[in-house]
């Protein structure tokens, strides 16, 4: 069984930062792509930003220059810093993490999600 948790969402003021972090754990064999997701209310869910296991970004032209995505291999750990938030960043985020495990399934897995609100 593969879980993904996310921590770190909350409520902030507009400019300020938010680190969000999302740990996958279970009988992971290799992750391959993490990325993270956000929904609004009343709006479909987007990608905000994603990160291959070898390194390589990329964001959604909302976020460029504002966030930074990130991982930790070793502890299967993907992260998100947020900084210059504004109220439309305002929604639930979610973990997606393409993973295979040592039973040989390979699929997607998501997180519960996290909910970050930016007050102006």
């Known amino acids: 069984q593969v879980q993904l948790v996310e921590s770190g969402g909350g409520l902030v003021q507009a400019g300020g930062s938010l680190r969000l972090s999302c740990a996958a754990s279970g009988s992971i064999f290799r992750i391959y792509t993490m990325t993270w997701y956000r929904q609004a209310p009343g709006k479909q869910r987007e990608l905000v930003a994603g990160?291959?296991?070898?390194?390589?970004?990329s964001y959604a032209d909302s976020v460029k220059g504002r966030f930074t995505i990130s991982r930790d291999n070793a502890k299967n750990t993907v992260y998100l810093q947020m900084n210059t938030l504004k109220p439309d960043d305002t929604a639930v985020y979610y973990c997606?993490?393409?993973?295979?495990?040592?039973?040989?399934?390979?699929?997607?897995?998501w997180g519960q999600g996290t909910q970050v609100t930016v007050s102006s």
């Open positions: 997606n993490a393409d993973l295979s495990t040592y039973s040989g399934r390979s699929q997607e897995y």
């Open positions: 990160i291959r296991s070898g390194g390589s970004t």
